[in-house]
T-cell receptor
Framework: KQEVTQIPAALSVPEGENLVLNCSFT??????LQWFRQDPGKGLTSLLL?????REQTSGRLNASLDKSSGRSTLYIAASQPGDSATYLC???????????FGKGTRLSVIA | EADIYQTPRYLVIGTGKKITLECSQT?????MYWYQQDPGMELHLIHY???????EKGDLSSESTVSRIRTEHFPLTLESARPSHTSQYLC???????????FGSGTRLTVV
């Protein structure tokens, strides 16, 4: 059974810092991996989708990498801002028809 | 802007009542999902559907039912609400082209 782990569980950084969020998964035969952002009491906003044939994706200050063989993904946030404060969730799925498996998330606070 | 809509956004209801949470998407996605999330906790899969007349149970499905009569509509029904059902319910659908997931804004349910 696929399991997803996110480290750290919580992170507090001063504004302007670059930071890395980590995601690991137990079954490396994933189909795709997706990073989401969730603000308190809200739904999930998709940040980046990495398909199984890709190694990384970039959007603005965000860069996500995927290493399937080691079962790891990282989300890099450059020049963090207070507006980046949220919970970041990593999710994978193993085939075209299986549902997403989520990690428990990393709760990020960026202090002005 | 989300193309998946959930109503109501908030609901407070008494114990024993029957309730239906609505989820609709305008993207023509075949695959749709319901997740339950307690505050600050991880997401748990309740039900999912691969298309019209297809429904599957997830991890926490025993106290709810779903139907998929139309591609765009995937309602979740609780036959008899209990305080333990107090939670946030998130609906999602999946793109058949790039396989990314899109989430709705959620329904926050309180059973008193």
């Amino acid at each position: 059974k696929q399991e997803v782990t996110q480290i750290p569980a919580a992170l507090s950084v001063p504004e302007g810092e670059n930071l890395v969020l980590n995601c690991s998964f137990t079954d490396s035969a994933i189909y795709n991996l997706q990073w989401f952002r969730q603000d308190p009491g809200k739904g999930l906003t998709s940040l980046l989708l990495i398909q199984s044939s890709q190694r990384e994706q970039t959007s603005g200050r965000l860069n996500a990498s995927l290493d399937k063989s080691s079962g790891r993904s990282t989300l890099y946030i450059a020049a963090s801002q207070p507006g980046d404060s949220a919970t970041y969730l990593c999710a994978v799925w193993n085939s075209g028809n299986t549902p997403l498996v989520f990690g428990k998330g990393t709760r990020l606070s960026v202090i002005a | 802007e989300a193309d998946i809509y959930q109503t109501p956004r908030y609901l407070v209801i008494g114990t024993g009542k029957k309730i239906t949470l609505e989820c609709s998407q305008t993207m023509g996605h075949d695959k749709m999902y319901w997740y339950q999330q307690d505050p600050g906790m991880e997401l748990h899969l309740i039900h999912y559907s691969y298309g019209v007349n297809s429904t599957e149970k997830g991890d926490l499905s025993s106290e709810s039912t779903v139907s998929r009569i139309r591609t765009e509509h995937f309602p979740l029904t609780l036959e008899s609400a209990r305080p333990s059902h107090t939670s946030q319910y998130l609906c999602a659908s999946r793109d058949r082209v790039n396989y990314g997931y899109t989430f709705g804004s959620g329904t926050r349910l309180t059973v008193v």
